[in-house]
């Protein structure tokens, strides 16, 4: 920025001035020597300065009482002159001898310097003028002087200067160390040096509210304790500060007339108005009040409310009318209404894009000119740009957060709903029941809600949820893709084996006979010893008569009380007969075969055949088998407890728990079905598996040398068969919400332990318990259940694999291998099934919780996996099966 050329409307300044300044500067320092390093300087005593006293005039004598007052310092008091283009120097008339020059004259001269000045005597005409102002002649303080001559180097040389008459004046000043001296200025333009440093001395004055009265004197009384350099070097400081402060800082005369301005605020002025000031276009508070449209509300603002009154409706924005009217307005509020000062904020079109914009405040304070000492006005400008880019952006901000804000509601509302909805497990029975229970608390029910159970009361499956469906086929979360797909066609009766997916021609013709061939295992009652044969690895040389009895053997049916178990254990220590040695050890353990009168040995016998059916599927074998019989036991003893569970109701779950995956086939009820396996075709569909696990036991049981319960009343064997075929058929997870409907309807009533439970209460908790213990593994200590989930995930896998095999279109989700399986999407699993059934078991019987807070860490692990998209080595324990948590 041009600071030195903007500095001053009047006397704008060539760009060397710093280096003029700088010469300036050494010859400074040796000019403030000089008046003591000369022979005269050096003999400059107090009674020099009274000699010259006695020779001088009487005026001289008045102006030096005044000018001691005022006692100016060469090296310092006069460099403000430097401002000025007015040639000014301190010339003393007694000796004849130029002190000291301010840059203008130097330049005038033709010198380089001050010294060079110094050197260059002043003609006998222009001492004999200065002698006669010293006297204090009359008129002697102007005069006309002709020069005679200007070295070569001056700029003046050729022009018309050399002989013409330049206007000099006079004024007297007291300099230290020099006693009475003479202020010269020539040609003084608009402003003179004298007049600056009467400026200078008023605004001291003023600062200091001293000496109120101006007087002609030109010197003023600094206040009390103040010394003339103090304030001179004040009112340097002060000019300084202002021409170097980057903050647009103006002087106007009431009329708008610009008196002067800051250097930046006159560069930034005349660029954006295109005005050059020497071509003596001016810049007024007018035009630069109308760099906004003052008529646009948008455009302009009065922080402090104190505005013109509304323009008139003809008032064009920037109008001259307008810009008129507002400063007529700035003139009341500052000068007749004294207020402390006055804000406008308008919004500018910037210099270089007109279209673009930015917010500008000028503040404003009644001030004086100290020139002509006439009321004037004070402008500031600031730059509101960054103030309002933050509130704009404070704004952008607060909008974007209200708009987030208003997604997140609208998710969580959605999260709310959703997780209502994934929790509104509630069948039309559940729904029946709320409304009547409604109504005897005297809820009127609204005809929309009647009508709606009058048209659930229709459908079949009243104790199914009723919005399974749109729950797990919605795509909802927790539920996406083939989740909701595979848990729907797991848990809805009335699913299509594959829905939408027609059998493939080349499935179709391998129905039935592929089957045959891809049989996990043959299923042939009467061929014993095949059967035991092929079951089996490490295969038997001969039938046990008896459980093996190690020390491993027992330290792992020590456990068999607790919660947590470890049925892979069990298999590792009993030579592959996990079930059969568990089955006998309960038996013994409860006193079973003593209360039926069954026949140990032929117990474990009967043990052996049914584990020998046990296939080596990857999940539904013996193994998971012993581990279904071990939380059943738990189940019954710990969590049903003696009140309910008999020995009765004991015999029956552990039989139907030894059972009641008997023969599986590795594969689903669905696989069956869809490709018209014998299972299928023999129980009609209708749970093909389930029908036939218990009704090919019974045959064993019923058989020699396998008939267990010879001995004991066909009254009681009917009975326990009874609820062992109750136990086993309800496993099917098809009428999962049916048995878990109807066991919630009894929950209160068995946990409140009302005396008159039904035997169809009784066997339903049997029957929740068997789910339970079927799906115990989900308890299971963290790493135990991960093998679990991952062994099943194999043998969907499998089935996957003998779908593709045999032509299907599309393998059963989750069982495709190349795609994600089970332990991709447990979350779905655990919040549809497990917990709502190990939560309403635990609500029936409390003291089975330990399995809820274990399944729920589980639940939390397979959230972490889902959600992270982490390994499940990230998450679980997969190495080194912990086996403290018991
Ligand atoms: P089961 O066939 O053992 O009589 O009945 C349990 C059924 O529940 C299994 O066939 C399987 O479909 C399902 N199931 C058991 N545990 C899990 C599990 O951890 N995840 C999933 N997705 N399904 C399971
Ligand atoms: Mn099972």
Same mark, same amino acid.
């Given at each position: 920025?041009?600071?030195?050329?903007?500095?001053?409307?009047?006397?704008?300044?060539?760009? /060397?001035?710093?280096?003029?300044?700088?010469?300036?500067?050494?010859?400074?320092?040796?000019?403030?020597?000089?008046?003591?390093?000369?022979? /005269?300087?050096?003999?400059?005593?107090?009674?020099?300065?009274?000699?010259?006293?006695?020779?001088?005039?009487?005026?001289?004598?008045?102006?030096?009482?005044?000018?001691?007052?005022?006692?100016?310092?060469?090296?310092?008091?006069?460099?403000?002159?430097?401002?000025?283009?007015?040639?000014?120097?301190?010339?003393?008339?007694?000796?004849?001898?130029?002190?000291?020059?301010? /840059?203008?004259?130097?330049?005038?001269?033709?010198?380089?310097?001050?010294?060079?000045?110094?050197?260059?005597?002043?003609?006998?005409?222009?001492?004999?003028?200065?002698?006669?102002?010293?006297?204090?002649? =009359?008129?002697?303080?102007?005069?006309? !002087?002709?020069?005679?001559?200007?070295?070569?180097?001056?700029?003046?040389?050729?022009?018309?200067?050399?002989?013409?008459?330049?206007?000099?004046?006079?004024?007297?000043?007291?300099?230290?160390?020099?006693? =009475?001296?003479?202020?010269?200025?020539?040609?003084?333009?608009?402003?003179?040096?004298?007049?600056?440093?009467?400026?200078?001395?008023?605004?001291?004055?003023?600062?200091?509210?001293?000496?109120?009265?101006?007087?002609?004197?030109?010197?003023?009384?600094?206040?009390? %304790?103040?010394?003339?350099?103090? !304030?001179?070097?004040?009112?340097?400081?002060?000019?300084?500060?202002?021409?170097?402060?980057?903050?647009?800082?103006?002087?106007?005369?009431?009329?708008?007339?610009?008196?002067?301005?800051?250097?930046?605020?006159?560069?930034?002025?005349?660029?954006?108005?295109?005005?050059?000031?020497?071509?003596?276009?001016?810049?007024?508070?007018?035009?630069?009040?109308?760099?906004?449209?003052?008529?646009?509300?948008? @455009?302009?603002?009065?922080?402090?409310?104190?505005?013109?009154?509304?323009?008139?409706?003809?008032?064009?924005? %920037?109008?001259?009318?307008?810009?008129?009217?507002?400063?007529?307005?700035?003139?009341?509020?500052?000068?007749?209404?004294?207020?402390?000062?006055?804000?406008?904020?308008?919004?500018?079109?910037?210099?270089?894009?007109?279209?673009?914009?930015?917010?500008?405040?000028?503040?404003? !304070?009644?001030?004086?000119?100290?020139?002509?000492?006439?009321?004037?006005?004070?402008?500031?400008?600031?730059?509101?740009?960054?103030?309002?880019?933050?509130?704009?952006?404070?704004?952008?901000?607060?909008?974007?957060?209200?708009?987030?804000?208003?997604?997140?509601?609208?998710?969580?509302?959605?999260?709310?709903?959703?997780?209502?909805?994934?929790?509104?497990? =509630?069948?039309?029975?559940?729904?029946?029941?709320?409304?009547?229970?409604?109504?005897?608390?005297?809820?009127?029910?609204?005809?929309?809600?009647?009508?709606?159970?009058?048209?659930? &009361?229709?459908?079949?499956?009243?104790?199914?949820?009723?919005?399974?469906?749109?729950? $797990?086929?919605?795509?909802?979360?927790?539920?996406?893709?083939?989740?909701?797909?595979?848990?729907?066609?797991?848990?809805?009766?009335? @699913?299509?084996?594959?829905?939408?997916?027609?059998?493939?021609?080349?499935?179709?013709?391998?129905?039935?006979?592929?089957?045959?061939?891809?049989?996990?295992?043959?299923?042939?009652?009467?061929?014993?010893?095949?059967?035991?044969?092929?079951?089996?690895?490490?295969?038997?040389?001969?039938?046990?008569?008896?459980?093996?009895?190690?020390?491993?053997?027992?330290?792992?049916?020590?456990?068999?009380?607790?919660?947590?178990?470890?049925?892979?254990?069990?298999?590792?220590?009993?030579?592959?007969?996990?079930?059969?040695?568990?089955?006998?050890?309960?038996?013994?353990?409860?006193?079973?075969?003593?209360?039926?009168?069954? =026949?140990?040995?032929?117990?474990?016998?009967?043990?052996?055949?049914?584990?020998? %059916?046990?296939?080596?599927?990857?999940?539904?074998?013996?193994?998971?088998?012993?581990?279904?019989?071990?939380?059943?036991?738990?189940?019954?003893?710990?969590?049903?407890?003696?009140?309910?569970?008999?020995?009765?109701?004991?015999?029956?779950?552990?039989?139907?728990?030894?059972?009641?995956?008997?023969?599986?086939?590795?594969?689903?009820?669905?696989?069956?079905?869809?490709?018209?396996?014998? $299972?299928?075709?023999?129980?009609?569909?209708?749970?093909? &598996?389930?029908?036939?696990?218990?009704?090919?036991?019974?045959?064993?049981?019923?058989?020699?040398?396998?008939?267990?319960?010879?001995?004991?009343?066909?009254?009681?064997?009917?009975?326990?068969?009874?609820?062992?075929?109750?136990?086993?058929?309800?496993?099917?997870?098809?009428?999962?919400?049916?048995? $878990?409907?109807?066991?919630?309807?009894?929950? *209160?009533?068995?946990? *409140?332990?009302?005396?008159?439970?039904?035997?169809?209460?009784?066997?339903?908790?049997?029957?929740?318990?068997?789910?339970?213990?079927?799906?115990?593994?989900?308890?299971?200590?963290?790493?135990?259940?991960?093998? !679990?989930?991952?062994?099943?995930?194999?043998?969907?896998?499998?089935?996957?694999?003998?779908?593709?095999?045999?032509?299907?279109?599309?393998?059963?989700?989750?069982?495709?291998?190349?795609?994600?399986?089970?332990?991709?999407?447990?979350?779905?699993?655990?919040?549809?099934?497990?917990?709502?059934?190990?939560?309403?078991?635990?609500?029936?019987?409390?003291?089975?919780?330990?399995?809820?807070?274990?399944?729920?860490?589980? $639940?939390?692990?397979?959230?972490?996996?889902? *959600?992270?998209?982490?390994?499940?080595?990230?998450?679980?324990?997969?190495?080194?099966?912990?086996?403290?948590?018991?």
């Amino acid at each position: 920025m041009e600071d030195a050329a903007a500095f001053s409307r009047a006397s704008p300044r060539a760009p /060397e001035a710093n280096t003029v300044k700088e010469d300036l500067t050494t010859t400074e320092g040796n000019h403030g020597r000089a008046p003591s390093t000369s022979s /005269e300087g050096l003999s400059r005593s107090s009674s020099d300065k009274r000699k010259r006293k006695d020779s001088s005039s009487m005026a001289v004598q008045r102006r030096t009482e005044a000018a001691a007052i005022m006692e100016y310092d060469l090296a310092t008091s006069f460099e403000v002159t430097n401002e000025l283009q007015t040639p000014t120097w301190v010339y003393d008339p007694v000796e004849g001898r130029t002190l000291w020059g301010n /840059e203008a004259v130097v330049a005038f001269f033709g010198k380089t310097s001050m010294d060079e000045f110094l050197a260059h005597h002043m003609d006998a005409d222009f001492a004999a003028k200065a002698r006669r102002a010293a006297a204090g002649e =009359d008129g002697a303080s102007q005069a006309q !002087w002709k020069l005679t001559a200007l070295p070569p180097s001056s700029p003046h040389r050729d022009g018309a200067m050399v002989g013409a008459a330049l206007t000099i004046r006079f004024r007297v000043v007291s300099v230290r160390g020099a006693g =009475d001296v003479l202020l010269v200025t020539a040609n003084g333009g608009m402003f003179d040096s004298i007049h600056t440093l009467r400026s200078l001395e008023s605004l001291h004055r003023e600062m200091h509210h001293a000496a109120p009265e101006l007087d002609d004197s030109l010197v003023g009384a600094p206040a009390a %304790g103040d010394t003339p350099d103090h !304030w001179l070097h004040d009112s340097l400081r002060a000019m300084e500060m202002l021409k170097t402060s980057p903050i647009f800082t103006f002087l106007f005369g009431t009329a708008g007339d610009l008196l002067t301005a800051n250097p930046c605020a006159v560069a930034f002025y005349e660029s954006y108005f295109a005005i050059r000031s020497q071509e003596g276009k001016q810049i007024s508070l007018q035009n630069i009040l109308s760099v906004a449209d003052l008529g646009d509300e948008e @455009t302009v603002a009065y922080p402090d409310g104190n505005g013109p009154p509304a323009a008139s409706g003809e008032g064009g924005g %920037g109008s001259d009318a307008t810009v008129t009217a507002l400063m007529d307005h700035v003139r009341y509020v500052l000068f007749d209404q004294k207020f402390e000062s006055f804000r406008i904020q308008l919004k500018m079109a910037k210099r270089r894009d007109p279209k673009k914009h930015r917010w500008v405040e000028f503040e404003m !304070w009644a001030a004086r000119d100290p020139v002509t000492d006439k009321g004037a006005i004070l402008v500031n400008q600031t730059n509101l740009q960054e103030t309002k880019r933050l509130e704009l952006e404070l704004k952008g901000k607060h909008d974007d957060l209200r708009a987030k804000n208003e997604i997140l509601q609208s998710e969580l509302d959605r999260a709310n709903r959703d997780k209502s909805e994934s929790l509104d497990l =509630d069948s039309t029975v559940d729904k029946t029941i709320n409304l009547l229970e409604g109504i005897i608390r005297g809820n009127q029910p609204t005809e929309e809600e009647l009508r709606a159970l009058k048209r659930a &009361l229709r459908t079949r499956n009243l104790r199914a949820p009723n919005r399974l469906e749109e729950m $797990l086929l919605g795509n909802k979360a927790g539920f996406e893709g083939e989740v909701g797909l595979s848990l729907f066609e797991m848990l809805n009766p009335n @699913t299509k084996s594959v829905p939408g997916q027609p059998l493939s021609a080349r499935e179709n013709s391998n129905m039935r006979r592929s089957l045959s061939r891809n049989s996990t295992m043959e299923l042939d009652d009467d061929n014993d010893e095949k059967a035991e044969g092929e079951a089996l690895e490490p295969a038997a040389a001969g039938p046990p008569r008896q459980p093996s009895a190690g020390a491993a053997v027992a330290e792992v049916l020590e456990t068999v009380d607790e919660w947590f178990f470890d049925a892979f254990r069990l298999e590792e220590c009993t030579n592959g007969h996990p079930l059969s040695v568990l089955s006998c050890h309960l038996f013994a353990r409860l006193n079973l075969y003593e209360t039926f009168q069954i =026949d140990d040995a032929q117990f474990f016998q009967f043990c052996l055949k049914i584990e020998q %059916g046990y296939p080596n599927n990857a999940y539904h074998n013996r193994v998971h088998v012993s581990n279904v019989l071990q939380s059943m036991y738990v189940l019954l003893t710990k969590g049903l407890g003696p009140r309910l569970a008999g020995d009765h109701e004991i015999a029956a779950g552990l039989l139907s728990a030894i059972i009641h995956d008997y023969e599986h086939k590795g594969v689903n009820n669905d696989f069956l079905i869809r490709f018209q396996d014998d $299972l299928a075709l023999k129980y009609n569909d209708r749970s093909p &598996l389930e029908n036939h696990h218990v009704a090919a036991a019974f045959e064993v049981m019923v058989t020699k040398p396998h008939d267990i319960f010879k001995q004991c009343d066909p009254e009681v064997f009917i009975s326990i068969r009874k609820c062992v075929i109750e136990m086993v058929l309800a496993t099917d997870m098809k009428i999962h919400f049916d048995v $878990l409907g109807r066991f919630k309807q009894i929950e *209160e009533k068995v946990r *409140e332990g009302v005396e008159d439970l039904m035997p169809e209460d009784v066997s339903l908790a049997l029957q929740v318990c068997l789910k339970c213990a079927d799906i115990g593994h989900c308890y299971c200590e963290s790493n135990v259940h991960l093998r !679990w989930v991952q062994k099943l995930e194999q043998e969907f896998f499998a089935q996957g694999d003998r779908e593709e095999e045999l032509g299907a279109v599309a393998k059963s989700p989750l069982m495709d291998r190349e795609k994600a399986g089970i332990t991709k999407s447990q979350v779905g699993f655990f919040k549809i099934v497990v917990v709502p059934l190990f939560a309403s078991f635990c609500k029936a019987f409390p003291s089975a919780e330990p399995m809820l807070s274990s399944l729920n860490r589980n $639940l939390e692990l397979w959230a972490k996996v889902e *959600e992270e998209q982490l390994e499940i080595s990230e998450v679980f324990e997969v190495a080194g099966a912990d086996q403290t948590m018991r």
